[in-house]
């Protein structure tokens, strides 16, 4: 029989709940909360971690996760980009099905929920919505679903074919899953390396226009209204998709909508130096777009943080700008550079509801759809899962793409220092991360 875990007490932290936080201790006892409160005596014999001056909230949820396993280990594994997640506080993430094979059956869906068994942080699945992503003919939704699969996306492509797109939404509809759709007209994007706009002239690189994301953004929300299906919308970049979504969230559809620390932190100047670190689909954008981003994030446009987390290993993107791969490591910096891009529009305490309870909520693992014990994304509350963020707004550190958990180094915010940093991490009751280094 498995040795039972010491009870752990997570002391002197501010308990993060609704936006806001209280001074609070947390204590677990077989991977599940037993007391939240100030001053709470610590059992005989049990593990307590120094929270003091930190935020402690349920782990981070990300809704967009590249682990590339099956098929491309040289970029990151499921271990690894576990490890990386568990780093940056995270006890649950959306695995993408844009591996190779991708997981557009039941055995390869299979085999990365098993692959994610006893990893630091919990590994959901995304299916895709067609066969092979090729975009011709729908993959075994049903079949997926009933592994327990909640959310289905071509995600690195959108479904150009409207006709199948709606077939795809009528069909989920009747299963009770999401799709979730990566914006992006292939024909208005083909052959651009960075955002259309002033940068791209004065570099020299062929432009992807908004407008490439926005044309589907538009066509899908109209599919949505036919359908009433509800639909995800990933990594929202533009100004332009936020006024969309809004229109379609005032009208009453039945969407939700992610964007990715990046797009909040980083504009197209970014790309001055050809440096392909900032290469990423969609592209980084103006100004204007960050600050509506933002603003959309803050007023409930826009519901959550998703980290795009792309590992591509040196060899591959280590090419000049417009011949590397688009894509970007997100998971061990997503948390301090969201709350320090977000600074004067949210409160750390706000950008962690929009990493836990949103995102959860679109996963479909909160309380809503979970026992409490295994729930994601709080409440942190007595019979919550005893996965734990514990968050110190004040550390600063200095981003090292070489001491990363990750098998990639493709981070653009390398020898960057930023403020707030994600010191423990625990998971089912176990601290897998203390003082900021992984415990496995
Ligand atoms: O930059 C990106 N990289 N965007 C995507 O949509 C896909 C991702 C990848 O898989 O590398």
Same mark, same amino acid.
């Given at each position: 029989m498995a040795e039972a875990a010491p009870t752990l007490v997570v002391r002197g932290g501010s308990v993060v709940e609704g936006g806001t936080s209280t001074r609070a201790d947390v204590v677990i006892e077989d991977g599940v909360v037993v007391a939240v409160g100030e001053g709470l005596d610590v059992p005989a014999g049990a593990t307590v971690l120094d929270a003091g001056g930190c935020l402690v909230s349920s782990g981070l949820v990300d809704l967009?996760?590249?682990? !590339? &396993?099956p098929g491309h280990e040289e970029a990151e594994t499921i271990e690894s980009g576990t490890r990386a997640a568990a780093l940056g506080g995270f006890s649950a993430v959306m695995a993408m099905p844009n591996t190779d094979p991708p997981i557009d059956s039941a055995a390869v869906a299979e085999e990365v929920l098993a692959l994610g068994r006893g990893c630091p942080c919990e590994v959901l699945v995304a299916g895709a919505i067609t066969l092979g992503r090729r975009g011709e003919e729908l993959a075994p939704l049903r079949e997926l679903a009933a592994l327990g699969v909640r959310l289905f996306t071509d995600d690195g492509s959108g479904v150009q074919n409207g006709a199948l797109l709606r077939r795809a939404l009528e069909y989920a509809r009747g299963l009770g899953v999401t799709l979730a759709e990566h914006c992006e007209d292939a024909e208005l994007a083909a052959?651009?390396?960075?955002?259309?706009g002033e940068w791209s002239s004065r570099l020299g690189l062929p432009g992807i226009p908004a407008a490439a994301e926005e044309a589907m953004l538009a066509r899908d929300l109209a599919l949505v209204r036919q359908t009433g299906s509800p639909m995800h919308f990933l990594h929202v970049s533009t100004r332009g998709s936020v006024a969309l979504l809004k229109a379609a969230r005032a009208e009453g559809l039945p969407v939700t909508a992610e964007v990715t620390p990046h797009h909040l932190a980083?504009?197209?100047?970014? %790309?001055c130096g050809y440096?392909? =670190?900032?290469?990423v689909n969609p592209p980084l954008r103006t100004m204007e777009d960050t600050e509506a981003l933002a603003r959309a994030l803050a007023d409930g446009t826009i519901d959550a943080i998703a980290t795009d987390h792309a590992p591509h290993p040196p060899e591959a993107k280590d090419l000049p700008f417009d011949e590397a791969p688009p894509g970007m490591l997100g998971l061990e910096t997503a948390l301090s550079v969201s709350v320090q891009a977000l600074r004067g529009v949210l409160g750390a305490e706000e950008v962690i509801t929009r990493l836990t309870t949103a995102p959860a909520a679109i996963a479909r693992v909160s309380i809503a759809e979970r026992p409490a014990a295994t729930a &994601?994304?709080?409440?942190? %509350?007595?019979?919550?899962?005893?996965h734990l963020c514990v968050f110190d707004p004040e550390a600063a550190w200095t981003v090292d793409s070489i001491a990363q =958990?990750? !098998?990639? !180094?493709?981070?653009?915010? =390398?020898?960057t220092t930023l403020q707030g940093r994600v010191r423990h991490t625990v998971h089912a009751g176990i601290p897998v991360v203390l003082d900021a280094v992984a415990q496995r």
């Open positions: 967009h996760t590249h682990l !590339r &396993q052959g651009g390396a960075m955002h259309d980083l504009t197209h100047a970014a %790309v440096d392909p =670190a900032f290469k &994601q994304g709080g409440p942190l %509350v007595v019979g919550a899962a005893g =958990a990750s !098998r990639s !180094r493709n981070t653009p915010f =390398a020898g």
